[in-house]
């Protein structure tokens, strides 16, 4: 089943690999006939093959539903655990090259609209949510309830502060650049276009406080998306929000992600914002 799985990066055998997928199956339980779960918590890295495959098989069982059928679960079990695989790889390959070294870090889980930080930050790297085209809440559902971020109770609350969704739509007076933007936007997705446009603008604003003059950032978001056949330009809003709320950009990234077909037709073009605070 895994053989074609690359295990060069975790040093990990095949076969044991192979025997810890087999004995995670018992454990498999489905939840509401839909959703499969493995009941298994995960440690802190290094992780033993058992946790390696735990955590590829619940991304499995996760993947959006389509697994029905033993062979379905092998499958997506085979693509996940690669995609782990070369993702770890290419960490590896650019903590070599970079000299990175890991630090200690805090993980703060709040709404960006509330957090009220201190501090003087050197820089911001993220990725806001993709347009009307990820559920974050929804699908990763059984990660976040699994791992004990929130419990099932909770969820409908956190889904309604996302980014961007337009019941959240606030009376934010936005700046004339962006109002364009909304404006041009197909007329079905016009609330959507505006609720995304202010909440990243509000949410970039907000981080600058907290951000030192001349912090660097970078921000991934895609380049398009397209709605009833007219495309809505993601990065170009983004990247007006960002020079609206104080930040200079200096470059924006072009990378080509061949074969996402999670994201629709044709290649799918992500963009990286480059710059700093001003
Ligand atoms: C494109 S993903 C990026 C995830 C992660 N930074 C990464 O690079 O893998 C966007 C993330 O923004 C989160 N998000 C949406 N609304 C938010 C809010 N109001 N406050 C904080 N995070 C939010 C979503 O849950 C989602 O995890």
Same mark, same amino acid.
């Given at each position: 089943?895994?053989?074609?799985?690359?295990?060069?990066?975790?040093?990990? @055998?095949?076969?044991?690999?192979?025997?810890?997928?087999?004995?995670?199956?018992?454990?498999?339980?489905?939840?509401?006939?839909?959703?499969?779960?493995? @009941?298994?918590?995960?440690?802190?890295?290094?992780?033993?093959?058992?946790?390696?495959?735990?955590?590829?098989?619940?991304?499995?069982? *996760?993947?959006?539903?389509?697994?029905?059928?033993?062979?379905?679960?092998?499958?997506?079990? *085979?693509?996940?655990?690669?995609?782990?695989?070369?993702?770890?790889?290419?960490?590896?390959?650019?903590?070599?090259?970079?000299?990175?070294?890991?630090?200690?870090?805090?993980?703060? &889980?709040?709404?960006?609209?509330?957090?009220?930080?201190?501090? *003087?930050? @050197?820089?911001?790297?993220?990725?806001?949510?993709?347009?009307?085209?990820?559920?974050?809440?929804?699908? =990763?559902?059984?990660?976040?309830?699994?791992?004990?971020?929130?419990?099932?109770? &909770?969820?409908?609350?956190?889904?309604?502060?996302?980014?961007?969704?337009?019941?959240?739509?606030?009376?934010?007076?936005?700046? *004339?650049?962006?109002?364009?933007?909304? /404006?041009?936007?197909?007329?079905?997705?016009?609330?959507?276009?505006?609720?995304?446009?202010?909440?990243?603008?509000?949410?970039?604003?907000?981080?600058?406080?907290?951000?030192?003059?001349?912090?660097?950032?970078?921000?991934?978001?895609? /380049?398009? =998306?397209?709605?009833?056949?007219?495309?809505?330009?993601?990065?170009?809003?983004?990247?007006?929000?960002?020079?609206?709320?104080?930040?200079?950009?200096?470059?924006?990234?072009?990378?080509?992600?061949?074969?996402?077909?999670?994201?629709?037709?044709?290649?799918?073009?992500?963009?990286?914002?480059?710059?700093?605070?001003?």
């Amino acid at each position: 089943m895994i053989s074609r799985a690359k295990v060069g990066a975790l040093q990990l @055998d095949v076969d044991e690999i192979r025997r810890a997928y087999s004995s995670l199956l018992p454990v498999v339980r489905a939840e509401r006939g839909q959703t499969a779960l493995v @009941d298994v918590k995960l440690p802190p890295e290094p992780w033993s093959p058992v946790e390696v495959a735990a955590v590829c098989l619940s991304a499995a069982l *996760e993947g959006r539903g389509r697994v029905r059928r033993p062979r379905d679960l092998e499958k997506a079990y *085979e693509s996940e655990f690669n995609r782990l695989i070369r993702q770890l790889e290419a960490f590896s390959i650019l903590r070599r090259k970079l000299g990175v070294k890991l630090a200690p870090v805090e993980v703060i &889980q709040a709404d960006i609209m509330e957090l009220d930080m201190e501090g *003087e930050f @050197d820089a911001l790297l993220t990725s806001p949510p993709y347009i009307m085209t990820v559920d974050y809440v929804n699908e =990763h559902r059984p990660s976040i309830v699994k791992l004990k971020l929130a419990d099932s109770s &909770q969820l409908e609350s956190i889904e309604a502060k996302t980014i961007g969704l337009p019941s959240r739509v606030s009376a934010v007076e936005l700046p *004339e650049s962006l109002l364009s933007y909304v /404006k041009e936007a197909p007329s079905d997705v016009r609330r959507v276009v505006a609720a995304y446009a202010s909440d990243v603008y509000r949410a970039f604003k907000r981080i600058r406080k907290t951000l030192k003059p001349g912090a660097k950032i970078a921000v991934a978001v895609g /380049k398009n =998306h397209r709605f009833s056949g007219k495309l809505v330009p993601t990065t170009a809003i983004v990247k007006k929000a960002l020079e609206e709320a104080g930040y200079r950009i200096t470059e924006v990234l072009e990378i080509k992600c061949p074969g996402l077909s999670a994201f629709k037709r044709g290649d799918w073009i992500e963009c990286i914002i480059l710059g700093e605070r001003i």
